[in-house]
């Protein structure tokens, strides 16, 4: 009644009160104080707005039933003509529930859009845009803020596993700052790059590690760079795959693209949001390995079996304390990790300017004894502004992030497995390494050495946008990334046995890598008949600058000096500059028919100076469509539980550029110092390092995919699965030589053909929601397969014995093993060319040690302000066994080995039928023992079921927040690697390639997230 002689009337919805101009009637038959009745026909202004008031372009209004409607401007407007009194208006907009409302009384209304909580309506990041999985025409899986943040990892890698179908990553170590592995749907390239591409923000990212090696026994390489990204400031990861995502970004797209958009500010109340995190880590698993009496009675036998006595030069058993019986495992890796995260960040805005800025400290130390840890130190900054009348838009961002890595300089796994239980102390009763008169190798030497590591990364994006007229804007995306690496090596004179007289020695190296990116724009997006169309024309304009200066030197006055290369006495350097430049330009149509019909094409016209005049440019492609054929008439009558059902397709042609720089070129270089020519000329000549090539182009991935996505029971199951054939061909690898050429090959294109096919699944299913109580599930598995299909003149080839056609690309050649000689009691082979001799010639068998499928399941369950999330992750797979962890054969000095070779299947005395070699420390023993690491009996089951991630929280009521004053307090424990079900018999099942590495811990955290 309040607005009863006033010239608007209200609205309530919700908590909001929308007010609305009343309608200046004409011709009005009646009129009473409270109703206003209007025209038969009549124009309607439509605003479409968020629950924040922001006004959302391009949302679609439409009349029910019929083709009167388009696609609100930039104020979220639109006009609408030819209207009757209780019309019904559909509104949609991607990644928001749509809305039907009647037409009433009024000449305007504003409608408010929510953000869907159905996965189907949840946005996803494209390439220079974003949709939704509903209307996607793609393979596209994106991972959430929320679904990161339950994990206690310092890498977001670490967050993505078993999460994502068709992505397949590896942790390398357990070590802080270790690398991953990255896959996605397989190895494309033979001898090149298989990283997928990383876009920031819009800015392209490093995907190889920037370190010059020097910490590679360390953190074994590959490192990766998103370590120096925070994955407390990730909004969302989506992983681009198929040929319609990835061909707009044409060369770079071959190996897929990992999209990763970080978090902005969102308009309404200033925040201050405040998480922090505390926890400790320890190892997954221990081997057993013999104890002191097994590992005596094992070097015994084998020196029985060798008709030989031990000697002086045998400590073990002869100068050693044979009465200690140390667990080495447990006094050198039985340490605890401690990982650490504060993360602090203001927030808020208005409908015009939004802001977001954080700040963040992480720290997580090593298992290993002493002051080992990598700490990160990160900023960000994101301001968003639009102006008043919402046709200019800017948008700017700064990552940076410092991250500084103090570790040994080699990971003494191995040498822990290998060191017998009988060894001596570490350390003399004044804390001195204790080198027992020079009778062993003390891996707590290794511990005194340091490998540090600082990190600096700065990745900033600047977007601008105006509106011309409706429906078409102009836009520039801007970005500028540094990343400078600054390493140590070092080892110190006092890390040696004295008995040695050995030099101390520093490795030093400072790399950076500064890249520009320039992408102007221009799309349009109008309301066409019954559809909507979205064209995106643009151009990119990149150059990189890679640089690299080391430095090795050598006998120090002292090893406090080591830091500082000057005080070598002998110091050489190796200097390297690379620069790249990249330039395309890209066209994408995308037509939407009555939210049934969808088409893509895409297309880019790549140039890159990594290949040579005339082979500089090449072009990449790709269509994609889709049918949702459950809104058709037909199907919703007959299929009434079908709520969700599509079909789509795509086919087209990527690139791969990943690979060294001015590979096309004669090249030539300095002579390595111990080389003929540095000896004979003193270093001051050049001597040639590659071939001149003018045919040196572009490998191209050919990608075909097809797929089904469906839902059932409105939504509550949701179920995709999709099949894809990737071929990879006009491979880049080394082409062999007459050595008259002076070089054993070249690097040339081969109509070498790798493929890689596979399915993909996903299930989604909402179990119960209840108004206090609900569950749901989360289930994905891919079953990949990898091939070589053809390689002309493989034979002839420097990988004529590392690869079969017809085999995938990760295997293994293999002896073909025939048993224990029950005579001997030696390991045999088969002589498969029957030379009288076994050597790698015989290697014609093959092991796949390919993940054969892989996957996750998730279930959230959440009771009132409690939530427990529980993801498993399994991979089925092969590893190396026990037989060949300690790197020697069972019998030789300083080897000790796992407690099971310890059996009575081992061969003891002439006649046994043995599954296990006699004892041994004679050479042949260790020829034997060499190729039975080459064999099926040196690999076994490494598959595995892990709990990989374990969250539980608890949030405070609405009632006991709003009586604090703040806006919300969340208590809660995560834990990482909790629990492995596996049969394999080595350290981990996960990196079961390396027995060297330190395996992925288990941390355990505790943290509280708290909003002001």
Same mark, same amino acid.
């Given at each position: 009644?309040?607005?009863?002689?006033?010239?608007?009337?209200?609205?309530?919805?919700?908590?909001?009160?929308?007010?609305?101009?009343?309608?200046?009637?004409?011709?009005?038959?009646?009129?009473?104080?409270?109703?206003?009745?209007?025209?038969?026909?009549?124009?309607?202004?439509?605003?479409?707005?968020?629950?924040?008031?922001?006004?959302?372009?391009?949302?679609?209004?439409?009349?029910?039933?019929t083709?009167?409607?388009?696609?609100?401007?930039?104020?979220?407007?639109?006009?609408?003509?030819?209207?009757?009194?209780?019309?019904?208006?559909?509104?949609?907009?991607?990644?928001?529930?749509?809305?039907?409302?009647?037409?009433?009384?009024?000449?305007?209304?504003?409608?408010?859009?929510?953000?869907?909580?159905?996965?189907?309506?949840?946005?996803?990041?494209?390439?220079?845009?974003?949709?939704?999985?509903?209307?996607?025409t793609?393979?596209?899986?994106?991972?959430?803020?929320?679904?990161?943040?339950?994990?206690?990892v310092?890498?977001?890698?670490?967050?993505?596993?078993?999460?994502?179908?068709?992505?397949e990553? =590896?942790?390398?170590? $357990?070590v802080? %700052? *270790?690398?991953?592995? !990255?896959? /996605?749907r397989?190895?494309?390239?033979? @001898?090149?790059?298989?990283?997928?591409?990383?876009?920031?923000?819009?800015?392209?990212?490093?995907?190889?590690?920037?370190?010059?090696?020097?910490?590679?026994?360390?953190?074994?390489?590959?490192?990766?760079?998103?370590?120096?990204?925070?994955?407390?400031?990730?909004?969302?990861?989506?992983?681009?795959k198929?040929?319609?995502? =990835?061909?707009?970004? $044409?060369?770079r %797209? *071959?190996?897929?693209? !990992?999209? /990763?958009?970080?978090?902005?500010?969102? @308009?309404?109340?200033?925040?201050?949001?405040?998480?922090?995190?505390?926890?400790?880590?320890?190892?997954?698993?221990?081997?057993?390995?013999?104890?002191?009496?097994?590992y005596?009675?094992?070097?015994?036998?084998?020196?029985?079996?060798?008709?030989?006595?031990?000697?002086?030069?045998?400590?073990?058993?002869?100068?050693?304390? =044979?009465?200690?019986?140390?667990?080495?495992?447990?006094?050198?890796?039985?340490?605890?990790?401690?990982?650490?995260?504060?993360?602090?960040?203001?927030?808020?805005?208005?409908?015009?300017?939004?802001?977001?800025?954080?700040?963040?400290?992480?720290?997580?130390?090593?298992?290993?004894k002493?002051?080992?840890?990598?700490?990160?130190?990160?900023?960000?900054?994101?301001?968003?502004?639009?102006?008043m009348?919402?046709?200019?838009?800017?948008?700017?961002?700064?990552n940076?992030?410092?991250?500084?890595?103090?570790?040994?300089?080699?990971?003494?796994?191995?040498?822990?497995?290998?060191?017998?239980?009988?060894?001596?102390?570490?350390?003399?009763?004044?804390?001195?390494?204790?080198?027992?008169?020079?009778?062993?190798?003390?891996?707590?030497?290794?511990?005194?050495?340091?490998?540090?590591?600082?990190?600096?990364?700065?990745?900033?994006?600047?977007?601008?946008?105006?509106?011309?007229?409706?429906?078409?804007?102009?836009?520039?995306?801007a970005?500028?990334?540094?990343?400078?690496?600054?390493?140590?090596?070092?080892?110190?004179?006092?890390?040696?046995?004295?008995?040695?007289?050995?030099?101390?020695?520093?490795?030093?190296?400072?790399?950076?890598?500064k890249?520009?990116?320039?992408?102007?724009?221009?799309?349009?997006?109008?309301?066409?008949?019954?559809?909507?169309?979205?064209?995106?024309?643009?151009?990119?304009?990149?150059?990189?600058?890679?640089?690299?200066?080391?430095l090795?030197?050598?006998?120090?006055?002292?090893?406090?000096?080591?830091?500082?290369?000057?005080?070598?006495?002998?110091?050489?350097?190796?200097?390297?500059?690379?620069?790249?430049?990249?330039?395309?330009?890209?066209?994408?149509?995308?037509?939407?028919?009555?939210?049934?019909?969808?088409?893509?094409?895409?297309?880019?016209?790549?140039?890159?100076?990594?290949?040579?005049?005339?082979?500089?440019?090449?072009?990449?492609?790709?269509?994609?469509a889709?049918?949702?054929?459950?809104?058709?008439k037909?199907?919703?009558?007959?299929?009434?539980?079908?709520?969700?059902?599509?079909?789509?397709?795509?086919?087209?042609?990527?690139?791969?550029?990943?690979?060294?720089?001015y590979?096309?070129?004669?090249?030539?270089?300095?002579?390595?110092?111990?080389?003929y020519?540095?000896?004979?000329?003193?270093?001051?000549?050049?001597?040639?390092s590659?071939?001149?090539?003018?045919?040196?182009?572009?490998?191209?991935?050919?990608?075909?995919?097809?797929?089904?996505?469906?839902?059932?029971?409105?939504?509550?199951?949701?179920?995709?699965?999709?099949?894809?054939r990737?071929?990879?061909?006009?491979?880049?690898?080394?082409?062999?030589?007459?050595?008259?050429?002076?070089?054993?090959?070249?690097?040339?294109?081969?109509?070498?053909?790798?493929?890689?096919?596979?399915?993909?699944f996903?299930?989604?299913?909402?179990?119960?929601?209840?108004?206090?109580?609900?569950?749901?599930?989360?289930?994905?598995?891919?079953?990949?397969?990898?091939?070589?299909?053809?390689?002309?003149?493989?034979?002839?080839?420097?990988?004529?014995?590392?690869?079969?056609?017809?085999?995938?690309?990760?295997?293994?050649?293999?002896?073909?093993?025939?048993?224990?000689?029950p005579?001997?009691?030696?390991?045999?082979?088969?002589?498969?060319?029957?030379?009288?001799?076994?050597?790698?010639?015989?290697?014609?068998?093959?092991?796949?040690?390919?993940?054969?499928?892989?996957?996750?399941?998730?279930?959230?369950?959440?009771?009132?302000?409690?939530?427990?999330?529980?993801?498993?992750?399994?991979?089925?797979?092969?590893?190396?066994?026990?037989?060949?962890?300690?790197?020697?054969?069972p019998?030789?000095?300083?080897?000790?080995?796992?407690?099971?070779?310890?059996?009575?299947?081992?061969?003891?005395?002439?006649?046994?039928?043995?599954?296990?070699?006699?004892?041994?420390?004679?050479?042949?023993?260790?020829?034997?023992?060499?190729?039975?690491?080459?064999?099926?009996n040196?690999?076994?089951?490494?598959?595995?079921?892990?709990?990989?991630?374990?969250?539980?929280?608890?949030?405070?009521?609405?009632?006991?927040?709003?009586?604090?004053?703040?806006?919300?307090?969340?208590?809660?424990?995560q834990?990482?690697?909790?629990?492995?079900?596996?049969?394999?018999?080595?350290?981990?099942?996960?990196n079961?390639?390396?027995?060297?590495?330190?395996?992925?811990?288990?941390?355990?955290?505790?943290?509280?997230?708290?909003?002001?």
């Open positions: 009644m309040c607005f009863k002689q006033l010239p608007f009337t209200y609205e309530i919805i919700g908590k909001t009160i929308i007010l609305t101009k009343k309608v200046a009637a004409k011709n009005m038959t009646s009129q009473t104080d409270d109703i206003i009745t209007v025209p038969e026909q009549r124009k309607l202004i439509v605003h479409v707005i968020d629950s924040t008031w922001h006004p959302l372009q391009g949302a679609g209004v439409v009349v029910k039933g083709k009167n409607g388009g696609l609100t401007d930039e104020r979220g407007t639109i006009t609408l003509t030819d209207i009757h009194n209780g019309d019904v208006l559909h509104i949609s907009y991607v990644g928001y529930e749509s809305k039907e409302i009647t037409v009433g009384k009024y000449a305007d209304t504003t409608v408010i859009l929510k953000e869907s909580s159905n996965p189907l309506d949840e946005i996803q990041f494209i390439a220079y845009g974003k949709t939704s999985k509903r209307l996607s793609s393979s596209i899986v994106t991972v959430k803020a929320a679904d990161i943040a339950k994990n206690p310092m890498n977001v890698l670490g967050a993505l596993e078993g999460r994502v179908t068709g992505l990553i =590896t942790q390398q170590s $357990g802080p %700052g *270790a690398g991953y592995e !990255v896959r /996605i397989g190895q494309n390239s033979i @001898s090149n790059g298989n990283n997928p591409l990383y876009i920031i923000d819009g800015v392209p990212y490093m995907s190889t590690s920037l370190s010059s090696g020097i910490g590679a026994n360390i953190l074994k390489d590959p490192t990766s760079p998103l370590n120096y990204i925070s994955p407390s400031e990730i909004e969302s990861i989506d992983v681009l198929d040929a319609d995502a =990835t061909a707009i970004y $044409g060369s %797209g *071959a190996n897929g693209v !990992v999209l /990763i958009t970080t978090k902005k500010g969102k @308009s309404g109340r200033t925040s201050l949001e405040a998480n922090v995190y505390s926890g400790n880590g320890k190892l997954t698993r221990k081997m057993k390995m013999m104890d002191t009496r097994q005596l009675d094992m070097r015994y036998e084998a020196f029985r079996n060798d008709g030989t006595s031990p000697t002086a030069a045998d400590p073990d058993l002869t100068v050693w304390d =044979t009465t200690r019986n140390t667990d080495w495992q447990k006094e050198l890796l039985g340490g605890t990790s401690h990982l650490s995260n504060a993360q602090l960040s203001l927030s808020g805005g208005n409908s015009l300017t939004t802001f977001r800025a954080s700040g963040g400290y992480q720290r997580e130390t090593a298992i290993f002493g002051d080992f840890a990598d700490q990160k130190a990160s900023f960000n900054l994101g301001i968003n502004h639009h102006s009348d919402q046709k200019f838009e800017f948008a700017v961002t700064v940076y992030v410092n991250d500084n890595n103090n570790l040994p300089n080699l990971d003494i796994t191995s040498r822990v497995i290998q060191l017998p239980p009988d060894a001596p102390a570490l350390f003399t009763p004044d804390g001195q390494l204790n080198w027992a008169n020079s009778t062993f190798s003390n891996p707590a030497s290794y511990l005194l050495t340091k490998y540090n590591a600082v990190t600096d990364n700065l990745i900033s994006n600047a977007n601008m946008a105006y509106q011309i007229i409706p429906g078409l804007r102009v836009k520039l995306n970005g500028y990334t540094v990343t400078q690496l600054k390493e140590m090596s070092l080892w110190p004179a006092k890390s040696y046995d004295p008995a040695q007289h050995r030099q101390s020695s520093a490795s030093y190296s400072t790399n950076s890598v890249s520009w990116i320039l992408e102007p724009q221009l799309t349009y997006d109008k309301a066409m008949g019954d559809g909507k169309l979205a064209v995106v024309l643009g151009a990119t304009m990149q150059q990189q600058r890679t640089e690299m200066l080391s090795f030197g050598t006998n120090y006055a002292s090893d406090d000096l080591l830091e500082n290369p000057a005080s070598a006495q002998t110091l050489t350097s190796t200097y390297n500059l690379n620069l790249y430049r990249y330039s395309a330009g890209f066209l994408r149509i995308n037509y939407n028919l009555l939210n049934k019909y969808l088409i893509d094409l895409t297309g880019r016209r790549d140039g890159s100076s990594r290949f040579g005049p005339g082979r500089q440019v090449a072009n990449f492609g790709a269509v994609g889709a049918w949702i054929f459950s809104s058709e037909a199907v919703k009558e007959s299929l009434p539980f079908l709520s969700f059902g599509k079909l789509r397709a795509s086919y087209g042609i990527t690139g791969n550029d990943q690979l060294p720089d590979q096309f070129l004669s090249l030539y270089g300095l002579p390595g110092y111990s080389s020519y540095a000896n004979s000329y003193g270093g001051s000549v050049l001597v040639p590659n071939l001149y090539n003018p045919d040196f182009r572009w490998e191209t991935n050919k990608k075909l995919e097809i797929a089904f996505e469906s839902g059932f029971l409105h939504d509550r199951i949701l179920f995709s699965g999709n099949y894809f990737n071929r990879s061909s006009n491979q880049l690898v080394g082409y062999p030589l007459a050595p008259t050429t002076g070089f054993t090959s070249v690097q040339a294109n081969l109509p070498a053909i790798v493929q890689n096919t596979g399915f993909e996903e299930l989604h299913t909402k179990n119960i929601s209840g108004h206090s109580f609900s569950w749901h599930t989360d289930a994905n598995l891919t079953i990949p397969r990898n091939k070589l299909v053809a390689y002309p003149n493989l034979a002839g080839s420097s990988y004529a014995t590392t690869y079969v056609i017809g085999q995938p690309l990760n295997i293994v050649r293999s002896y073909i093993y025939e048993g224990v000689d005579e001997t009691g030696r390991y045999t082979f088969k002589d498969t060319n029957g030379d009288g001799t076994i050597n790698y010639l015989d290697r014609t068998g093959s092991i796949d040690v390919s993940q054969r499928y892989y996957g996750g399941i998730s279930n959230t369950f959440e009771y009132k302000g409690f939530s427990l999330d529980v993801l498993f992750q399994f991979v089925k797979q092969l590893g190396k066994n026990y037989l060949t962890v300690a790197g020697y054969p019998g030789f000095e300083g080897a000790n080995q796992p407690a099971m070779l310890y059996s009575d299947s081992r061969w003891q005395k002439e006649g046994d039928i043995a599954n296990i070699a006699k004892f041994t420390q004679s050479f042949s023993g260790y020829q034997d023992y060499s190729q039975l690491m080459y064999t099926t040196g690999y076994t089951d490494a598959s595995y079921i892990r709990l990989k991630n374990l969250s539980l929280s608890y949030s405070l009521s609405d009632k006991v927040v709003k009586r604090l004053k703040i806006q919300q307090a969340r208590f809660y424990l834990a990482q690697n909790l629990l492995t079900i596996t049969k394999f018999q080595g350290w981990d099942p996960e079961n390639m390396s027995l060297s590495a330190l395996p992925p811990l288990r941390m355990i955290t505790l943290g509280l997230s708290l909003t002001l």
